[in-house]
């Protein structure tokens, strides 16, 4: 079955530190990956997808197929980057999208 | 644009009673997709439509909870004799019919059962 794990429910990092939210996944196949973020009292809204190979927000994620890993970071942190991260995965493209359980980012002042 | 919209934003129902939550998707937006997320979770998937047919409902957990999309844009989850385990937010979202293309979500129904 397919599945999600982020390790961490909290990570707390200080303004200006790097950044690196932890994401592996199970699937034999070669799933979509996604990074989704809800920031307080707003809706969940779509970070970035491997598939784009961009950066938002300052953040990238690379698919490592080998260690089954897809790790957000970001060199420098800001406080506006407080919020809830989840990682998730799509099957195939029409597919519903399965999330982790979600680790909440702390940036301290 | 109009975003994703679901009503209503708070339900507090009591055991036994029975529920609707609305959805009213992205104009044009032919997938509409239902999740569950429980305190301390992550989106659990319920059920997908692509136009008026549930193309995968896998994610309902028992026969209490029912969707439909009679014209292929609103749709309404259903759950009857509620469970206190049922409450969650409950999320909608909806996707062009592109292939592929990103699940826009509506900010969710707050279902509290007593």
């Known amino acids: 079955a397919q599945r999600v794990t982020q390790p961490e429910k909290l990570l707390s990092v200080f303004k200006g530190a790097p950044v690196e939210l932890k994401c592996n996944y199970s699937y034999s196949g070669s799933p979509e990956l996604f990074w989704y973020v809800q920031y307080s009292r707003q809706r969940l809204q779509l970070l970035l997808r491997?598939?784009s190979r961009e950066s938002i927000k300052g953040f990238t994620a690379d698919l490592n197929k080998g260690e089954t890993s897809f790790h957000l970071k970001k060199p420098f942190a800001q406080e506006e980057d407080s919020a809830m991260y989840y990682c998730?995965?799509?099957?195939?493209?029409?597919?519903?999208?399965?999330f982790g359980k979600g680790t909440r980012l702390h940036i301290l002042p | 644009g109009a975003g994703v919209s679901q009503t209503p934003s708070n339900k507090v129902t009591e055991k036994g009673k029975y529920v609707e939550l609305r959805c009213d998707p992205i104009?044009?937006?032919?997938?509409l997709y239902w999740y569950r997320q429980s305190l301390g979770q992550g989106p659990e998937f319920l059920i997908y439509f692509q136009g008026t047919g549930a193309a995968d409902d896998s994610g309902l957990p028992n026969d209490r909870f029912f969707a439909v999309r009679p014209e292929g844009s609103v749709s309404t989850l259903k759950i009857q004799r509620t469970e206190r385990g049922d409450s969650a937010v409950y999320l909608c979202?909806?996707?062009?019919?592109?292939?592929?293309?990103?699940?826009?979500f509506g900010p969710g129904t707050r279902l509290t059962v007593t």
């Open positions: 979202a909806s996707r062009y019919s592109g292939t592929g293309g990103e699940q826009y």
């Open positions: 998730a995965l799509r099957v195939n493209r029409d597919d519903k999208i399965i």
């Open positions: 104009s044009g937006h032919t997938a």
């Open positions: 491997h598939i």
